[in-house]
């Protein structure tokens, strides 16, 4: 549902945040629920002849300029967008979703400013995050209490474990949360659930081993369509890149896409119970803007629950292409810019996986390899047992994560696999500092 209609707003006070540093970590891509005024297919998909003459003036120009709210895809003027106007008519949503690349710490910094505009607007508000799977709701409970330190914290979360990105860009938002005693709720679930019912379907997983998330409502052929490609980049379980070999009934594509919708399904059902509380709070989520694009991901989830005023915010970095920027992308979006990093400043290193301690003879079993990582480049798989990083034994669950802090740029990590039966050796290697 479009929120962006001409409707008197009153002044809001916003308050403008900065602060933070770098780090590295990957998405895919999602959704928004459509408005009726727009001509769809029935399959899901958008007629794009409005956006295509939106952005014929764009090609080649600044569509988002930094710093300045736009709606996409508008056909009168430049499609600017005042911040009260945004989040005026944001904040009379019952969920607000706000995207980002996990490790754009600008991103974060909007999402702070964003946040503390709708708090104005709405104290009653819950946040809840992508970054926490179910089970440390606890530790998000006592850390909005003030009973937790930030390494305390972010110890009883698990933070290097479960999602790993330098937690310096997230700090102002869970301090945020905690000043003004907003709850905040974990909306994730585990990484080994995904995965199997990636490689098994939905089906295949038992019951009571679903973490209480129910069948997700069906995706339409335009999500399909979208996913297809990204499914063709990835090696799957030691299978071969599918292509475009694989085709929308491809029955390991269907299940991929389970994978990607049981991960919206949880977040989704974790927003709709936030909803349930008292005096019915704004409930705002902060997750990858891969699940929020073209209303494939959470939004279908959310509506299929019942929950159709939702509200879809994302960051823009300047220079992307304007040609990407249809009118069913989002809502609204905001222009930011890549922060230039300081001479002695260097990025914080990672090697793009998750993974957790196996139970027995040490080692960190891999969970997952994110698209694009080091560790991808470096034939990292899932399911593989790291179990030397530079030559040391990996026995604790901060092992790799202090190895992998202390590289350098521009340096190579060696280390050592078991994949079955086999050993292997293998070396991440670090890219050098970019020069800006």
């Not at 990093?341 to 090697?351: M, S, T, V, Y």
């Amino acid at each position: 549902m479009k929120i962006f209609k001409a409707v008197p707003v009153a002044p809001l006070f916003v308050f403008l945040v900065s602060t933070l540093f770098v780090g590295i970590s990957p998405d895919t891509a999602f959704a928004q629920t459509k408005p009726a005024t727009e001509k769809y297919k029935e399959d899901g998909g958008v007629n794009k002849e409005t956006s295509k003459e939106a952005n014929k003036e764009a090609k080649g120009g600044e569509c988002a300029p930094v710093g300045v709210w736009t709606v996409p895809g508008s056909v009168s003027g430049s499609g600017k967008i005042s911040i009260t106007d945004v989040v005026g008519r944001a904040a009379r949503q019952a969920v607000v979703l706000l995207g980002e690349a996990h490790d754009n710490p600008e991103h974060h910094r909007w999402q702070l400013q964003t946040l503390a505009a709708l708090h104005a607007e709405r104290p009653d508000m819950v946040i809840g995050f992508e970054m926490f799977p179910r089970r440390v709701q606890k530790a998000l409970d006592q850390w909005v209490a003030g009973e937790l330190t930030e390494a305390q914290f972010l110890a009883a979360s698990e933070w290097n474990t479960v999602w790993s990105t330098d937690a310096a860009m997230y700090m102002p938002l869970f301090h945020f949360a905690r000043m003004n005693r907003i709850p905040m709720v974990a909306l994730n679930i585990d990484t080994r659930l995904r995965r199997s019912v990636a490689i098994k379907g939905f089906a295949g997983v038992p019951e009571n081993e679903r973490e209480g998330v129910t069948a997700p409502a069906e995706p339409s052929n335009a999500y399909l369509d979208y996913l297809l490609p990204i499914y063709g980049e990835h090696d799957r379980a030691g299978k071969k890149k599918a292509g475009a070999s694989a085709g929308r009934d491809d029955p390991d594509f269907r299940r991929f896409v389970e994978g990607q919708q049981l991960w919206d399904r949880a977040m989704a059902q974790g927003i709709h119970s936030a909803l349930d509380r008292p005096q019915r709070p704004l409930v705002v989520g902060i997750m990858g803007s891969g699940h929020i694009k073209y209303g494939y991901g959470v939004p279908h989830q959310l509506k299929h629950l019942g929950v159709t005023d939702v509200g879809m915010l994302l960051p823009w970095n300047s220079g992307t292409s304007c040609d990407l920027l249809t009118a069913d992308i989002a809502d609204a979006i905001f222009g930011t810019a890549l922060p230039p990093l300081a001479a002695d400043e260097r990025p914080r290193q990672r090697l793009g996986i998750r993974f957790e301690m196996a139970q027995e003879g040490g080692g960190a079993r891999v969970l997952q390899v994110e698209k694009g990582s080091i560790a991808e480049k470096a034939d990292i798989r899932e399911s593989d047992l790291i179990i030397e990083a530079a030559g040391l034994p990996v026995k604790q669950l901060n092992d790799i994560v202090e190895i992998v802090k202390r590289q350098a740029p521009g340096t190579w990590l060696p280390l050592k696999l078991k994949r079955g039966s086999d050993t292997l050796e293998a070396v991440a290697k670090f890219s050098p500092m970019s020069k800006r």
